[in-house]
């Protein structure tokens, strides 16, 4: 019984989990693009080769220090919102999200091999690929019920769309 009332709860964390994945995943290539535009390959060469010297400890301070200067960036996202700039706020927590997880996914990229030689760190990062598999096995059934609605294929599911719809579009003319 208990079980069955956290499952929404858990399809919800995953869902927030996967979000996180995916920005990781479409990020990298992103920052990766502006590597090559901004001359940050040069750098990113360079911090390979300071890496490639440090021991892996030293390495998890590579790793954990770029995350720091975005806590201010963090701040004034949330005194924004306090003081009501939700515009504001929203954008610059958005911001500070995007390029947190950019920056993290560069320096991950260049610091792994030598924090994956850390036994707890390579446990870490091995519980966190499993749980990202699966949050995504959680998550698919949800996907695919939800593309299943949309398409149309679903059993019942375009009747009860279309349903939806003209009870939407009944009250939008109701409201002129």
Not at 32 to 52: M, T
Not at 79 to 102: D, M, R
Request: charged fraction near 20%; glycine fraction near 4%; aromatic fraction near 12%.
């Amino acid at each position: 019984m208990m079980r069955r009332l956290l499952k929404p709860l858990w399809v919800l964390l995953a869902i927030i989990f996967l979000i996180e994945a995916w920005l990781w995943d479409h990020l990298e290539p992103i920052v990766e693009r502006l590597v090559a535009w901004i001359p940050f390959r040069a750098f990113k060469q360079w911090l390979s080769a300071r890496v490639d010297t440090l021991s892996p400890a030293m390495t998890l301070i590579v790793f954990a220090v770029p995350v720091i200067p975005l806590f201010p960036l963090k701040l004034a996202g949330l005194w924004l919102l306090a003081n009501q700039y939700w515009v504001s706020a929203i954008t610059v927590i958005v911001l500070g999200k995007l390029v947190g997880v950019g920056v993290t996914a560069f320096i991950f990229d260049v610091t792994r091999p030598k924090l994956l030689q850390m036994p707890w760190f390579k446990t870490i990062y091995e519980f966190i690929m499993a749980l990202r598999a699966r949050a995504a096995a959680l998550v698919a059934p949800v996907k695919r019920r939800i593309a299943e609605m949309l398409r149309g294929d679903s059993e019942g599911g375009s009747s009860r769309m279309l349903r939806l719809i003209q009870r939407y579009r009944k009250r939008v003319h109701e409201a002129r």
